[in-house]
């Protein structure tokens, strides 16, 4: 499962949280993407599913907004022409053909790089939180 | 074999017994049954293509107000219409942004909504006549109240499309979708197959008065589009139908991000099979399309062909570009080309669609000339000084320093033993050096460097010296030698500036 990560306290950047929570998890934590700016960071993680109850809990108790990403990618199918321009953007893959030259969605895939939300011309993309 | 007649076609649909095949299958009765069997099979051929068609639009008429009006100026929902006609004639053209809203919304999205049935906020100013006294209009429109919608389209349904690839390192938004730096996707357009021209390439069949399929409603084509360039397989149609028959499903306003607004159109064409040339013809597949990609990372009209390709490889998915395996996108669908050759099919084949003999040929014989300039811009060698003051790569910072001070210049290119450009460093550079305590020129200067071509126009390099933010731009050659340096001090006093960032070329 997905979790976006959100801090706005400079102080806790200068500890090395994330590396506490996963020593003391245990869990095998993928960063999929990072956003650091003048006032928050932003870190977008992907956590084994038996772990994240307790990742989340360790990453709240540090003082970092937890939330889970139900929606990774919020596709309006009713939109869509399937045209593809999404296809050769993603960087994971995330979009297909079937046979029939529909558009199918593989969203375990995304990252929320957000390319695609841009080179989508219908504007049927959206990375919402 | 007997040629059939297009009167024989259009009694076999009266009587439900016209045998129609959509054009992807086409190609495979023609490889299983030969050219011969096919034209005697087949009777008709649908098409199909749905795509971004930027040159498209509609006529519309309000009536008139009371007291009566003369518009000087309309907007539907804040997109403008051209109003140089008739008193309460307007054209809304698919590409125009909103003024409010910019690209997100625009004259495609109006067209998407009026076919959809909703609302439009309409408000015009006039000139005020003695006739049309009226300065001011503000109302709420639908589709249902204006007396005419005609969707007139002057450049529809390519018959080829390049295919768009970027060798920059930056990522590039275009009217061909968004490109990744260092040909990290290839996008591409048309319906390969399927698409109407490629199936009647010597213009036999589609002519002026040839009744089409025009987004869900029966439209004509009233003449050859703009741009027609059939010697070069390009060729184009000019379009017309009644928006108040059309669907929602086959109009969609879009947006190109960086671009702009355009508008999903979809159109197909029944082809008659009168012979076997037509057969021949229409069972082409996506493996005889060939076209050409094009780096888009060149800001010319003549971008460079990096290779042919047939749609066959690029609806694989992935091209080959110089040895690197690239994605590929469509950015028309196959899905809803595929839909209107099988709703054509379907309407042929109920009797509601009978076939029309063009009136009068179009050109097959045209090319698309480019613009006559008379006034040719200035290029960068026209414009650079040559004069440039360089420095080593591995002169210290105070050398640098000293060399600004006495020269009064603030970007020196740094350069290699071997003369070439390796970097540039600016008086901000070494102040924060100096604040800093750095010594060696190679640690703070900056190594990316954005350079400019002497062959390149001048307008260019005003866009690349704008969109980053840069003051000044070193000139070099094919071997990287700094041969001159460009400066935006320069070219506003060669060329005038009104305001900030704002250029205008006085020639
Ligand atoms: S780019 Fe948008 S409209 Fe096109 S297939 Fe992808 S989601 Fe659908
Ligand atoms: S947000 Fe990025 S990773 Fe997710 S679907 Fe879009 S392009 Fe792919």
Redesign the pocket.
């Known amino acids: 499962m997905k979790l976006l990560l959100r801090r706005f306290s400079s102080r806790l950047h200068e500890t090395p949280y994330t590396a506490e929570v996963i020593l003391e998890t245990g869990a095998k934590i993928n960063i999929d993407r990072a956003n650091v700016d003048a006032v928050r960071a932003d870190l977008i993680i992907d956590v084994p599913e038996d772990k994240v109850e307790r990742v989340a809990a360790l990453f709240r108790e540090k003082g970092v907004e937890v939330r889970k990403l139900v929606k990774?990618?919020a596709w309006d199918e009713t939109r869509c022409v399937h045209c593809g321009a999404c296809i050769s953007?993603?960087?994971?893959g995330?979009f297909k053909f079937d046979p029939s030259w529909n558009i199918s969605v593989e969203e375990e895939k995304?990252?929320?790089?957000?390319?695609?939300?841009k080179a989508c011309p219908l504007g049927a993309?959206a990375?919402v939180e | 074999m007997r040629n059939k007649s297009i009167e024989e076609i259009n009694e076999k649909i009266v009587d439900g017994s016209v045998h129609v095949v959509t054009a992807d299958k086409m190609s495979e009765i023609v490889s299983e049954l030969g050219v011969e069997e096919a034209a005697k099979e087949v009777d008709v051929v649908t098409t199909g293509t749905f795509g971004p068609m930027c040159s498209s639009g509609v006529f519309i008429n309000f009536g008139h107000a009371d007291p009566p009006i003369k518009m000087k100026r309309v907007w539907l929902n804040d997109v403008e219409a051209y109003t140089g006609i008739a008193a309460v004639d307007a054209y809304l053209g698919a590409t125009q942004p909103s003024e409010d809203k910019g690209a997100e919304y625009g004259g495609g999205y109006v067209i998407e909504d009026l076919v959809a049935g909703k609302p439009i906020e309409m408000k015009a100013i006039g000139y005020g006549t003695d006739c049309y006294p009226r300065k001011e209009i503000g109302t709420t429109i639908t589709l249902e109240d204006l007396n005419q919608a005609m969707m007139l389209n002057p450049r529809n349904s390519s018959q080829r499309y390049v295919v768009a690839t970027n060798s920059t390192d930056r990522t590039l938004y275009t009217y061909m979708g968004t490109l990744l730096p260092n040909y990290r996707n290839a996008n591409y357009c048309g319906a390969g197959a399927l698409s109407p021209l490629f199936n009647d390439p010597d213009f036999e069949t589609i002519g002026v008065g040839t009744r089409i399929f025009l987004s869900g409603a029966g439209g004509y084509v009233i003449g050859e589009g703009t741009q027609h360039n059939p010697v070069n397989s390009f060729g184009t149609l000019m379009v017309a139908g009644n928006l108040k028959e059309m669907s929602a499903e086959f109009l969609k306003g879009a947006t190109f991000y960086g671009y702009g607004v355009t508008l999903y159109v979809g159109i197909g064409i029944p082809i008659p099979v009168l012979n076997e040339g037509i057969a021949r013809k229409t069972g082409i597949s996506d493996g005889d399309i060939v076209t050409e990609v094009l780096d888009y990372g060149v800001s010319r009209r003549d971008r460079p062909v990096l290779r042919r390709v047939t749609y066959e490889e690029l609806k694989s998915g992935l091209i080959e570009i110089e040895g690197k395996e690239v994605p590929t996108s469509p950015l028309s669908s196959f899905y809803m080309a595929s839909k209107i050759a099988a709703e054509l099919k379907r309407g042929l084949e109920a009797g509601k669609f009978l076939l029309s003999l063009p009136v009068e040929r179009l050109p097959t014989d045209t090319v698309f000339k480019p613009m006559k300039q008379t006034k040719e811009l200035p290029l960068v060698k026209d414009v650079m000084t040559r004069e440039v003051k360089t420095i080593s790569e591995r002169a210290s910072i105070g050398d640098a320093a000293k060399l600004i001070m006495e020269t009064q210049i603030t970007h020196i290119p740094v350069i290699s033993k071997e003369s070439k450009l390796v970097g540039i460093v600016t008086a901000w550079d070494i102040s924060t050096a100096v604040a800093k305590r750095h010594e060696d020129l190679a640690e703070i200067m900056t190594r990316k460097v954005m350079t400019a071509d002497p062959e390149e126009p001048l307008e260019l390099v005003i866009r690349k010296l704008e969109k980053y933010n840069i003051s000044a731009l070193p000139v070099i050659d094919k071997d990287r030698k700094v041969i001159g340096m460009i400066t935006s001090d320069e070219i506003s006093k060669l060329i005038g500036k009104r305001g900030k960032w704002q250029w205008r070329l006085r020639i």
């Open positions: 990774l990618i953007v993603c960087p994971t995330v995304c990252v929320r790089c957000e390319v695609c939300v993309l990375c």
